[in-house]
């Protein structure tokens, strides 16, 4: 457990001084954090007390029923009351209130030390616009974070943002971070729960902010209840999150995937006739599940160009330079003139079998011909024509006037 400091405060909140100009905001949201509460706010007092930094505390509370909008009131903290639930938006209504030209923020059960506010305060005022905490750079003290947090969840997490958005942090999921309020009131942050820590950090990539991390200690909270985050419930928002954002790895890599091996075993079985794997025939029903494997692989391919355009034209992503380069020369024409081809080929190849099933005067067609060429130019026939409507679909995406979801100009890099 932390010590909990009692007493009265050295108070140098000055949120209070109308049009007071303020350094920074140290924003907390809060629920019932009645027994962690006071000594947050003054373990933040004593930062900003020794940095000589112009500041204010601001509780974002969410519905405390213990006292502790009271106990924040005592201490001098300004109490911003956040009625729509969840950790996101505690943090959205309190950044909104806030005077300050930077922005800490910080859980309130006393598991981060405010004491680093300054270092952090020190980065933003060298030019970067996301400072964020790295518990595995600055410690974590025994007992502070299960297992299956520190070895497993947030080690995977961060792994999945680091290679779905490049993102130069380390650990995603750091409650102690700051920033610049102008840049990040232009990202429009909006989720509610605890994925509001990945939206913040993966929209400030994505919209080119200066981004830079400082260790930061991890103690154990002073808390004798169960914290409010669920370990699986939580993990996955995150993951949806990242996901969503990231068309490329939700439809693309794996419809490459399910294309390339559709495709590859349906040709070696058309190329042989069958195939013959010890004991184990691939003919004519592995041919045709290949098939279906193949088509949905490129259907999923072109779910994912939908999703990345839709993305571009609202503004919610950077345009990756490869696609804008196949916007440039893969017009709507060029696209549906492909598509046909495509067609054209599989009807030719499967008018052969026609021909040879009239050959055999309409009789049961052999599953060498079924392998050989029924199954593949039917697949080549229907990749044809996904390829034609979708053509005309992404070009309908274009003509869509769609209103950019926040002002911050986006950054032309090659994210996926």
């Known amino acids: 457990m932390v010590r909990l400091f009692r007493g009265e405060p050295a108070l140098v909140d000055r949120s209070s001084v109308p049009g007071a100009d303020l350094d920074v905001s140290i924003v907390m949201p809060c629920l019932n954090e009645a027994e962690t509460l006071e000594f947050c706010i003054v373990e933040a007092q004593a930062a900003l007390a020794e940095s000589g930094l112009r500041g204010e505390i601001v509780i974002a509370d969410n519905g405390s029923t213990d006292g502790s909008r009271e106990i924040a009131a005592r201490l001098g903290a300004r109490v911003v009351e956040i009625s729509q639930k969840g950790y996101g938006s505690a943090l959205l209504g309190g950044i909104a209130a806030t005077r300050g030209e930077f922005i800490v923020m910080g859980d309130a059960d006393a598991s981060y030390d405010f004491g680093q506010v300054s270092s952090i305060v020190s980065k933003l005022q060298e030019g970067y616009e ?22 497993i969840g947030n080690p995977l997490l961060s792994g999945v943002g680091r290679l779905f958005f490049r993102c130069p942090a380390r650990d995603f999921h750091c409650g102690l971070r700051g920033f610049r309020k102008d840049a990040i009131s232009q990202l429009d942050l909006s989720t509610s729960g605890m994925e509001f820590a990945s939206e913040m950090l993966i929209k400030a990539t994505l919209g080119g902010l200066k981004i830079v991390e400082v260790p930061t200690v991890l103690r154990p909270d002073g808390r004798s209840r169960p914290p409010h985050l669920r370990s699986f419930r939580d993990g996955w928002r995150h993951l949806r999150f990242m996901l969503l954002y990231c068309p490329f790895w939700l439809f693309a890599v794996l419809g490459m995937l399910l294309f390339l091996a559709g495709t590859l075993f349906m040709g070696l079985i ?15 029903n592995t041919s045709s599940a290949s098939a279906m494997v193949a088509l949905v692989g490129c259907q999923l391919v072109i779910l994912a160009a939908f999703a990345r355009r839709l993305f571009t034209a609202m503004g919610v992503q950077p345009e990756p330079r490869v696609l804008a380069l196949i916007e440039r020369h893969v017009t709507l024409e060029i696209g549906v003139l492909g598509g046909l081809f495509v067609v054209l080929l ?32 039917l697949t080549l026939i229907l990749v044809g024509v996904q390829v034609v409507f979708g053509s005309f679909l992404m070009s309908i995406i274009g003509l869509i006037p769609f209103p950019r979801t926040h002002s911050r100009r986006i950054a032309r890099n090659d994210f996926r």
Request: glycine residues 16%.
């Open 270 to 284: 058309a190329v042989t006739g069958g195939l013959i794997i010890g004991s184990i025939t691939l003919s004519v």
């Open 130 to 151: 996301l400072v964020m905490g790295n518990r595995f750079l600055g410690g974590v003290q025994p007992g502070a974070m299960p297992w299956h947090h520190r070895y």
């Open 346 to 377: 599989g009807s030719l190849w499967f008018g052969t079998a026609f021909l040879e099933w009239r050959a055999a005067d309409y009789g049961g067609m052999t599953s060498d011909l079924s392998v050989r060429t029924v199954i593949p130019s």
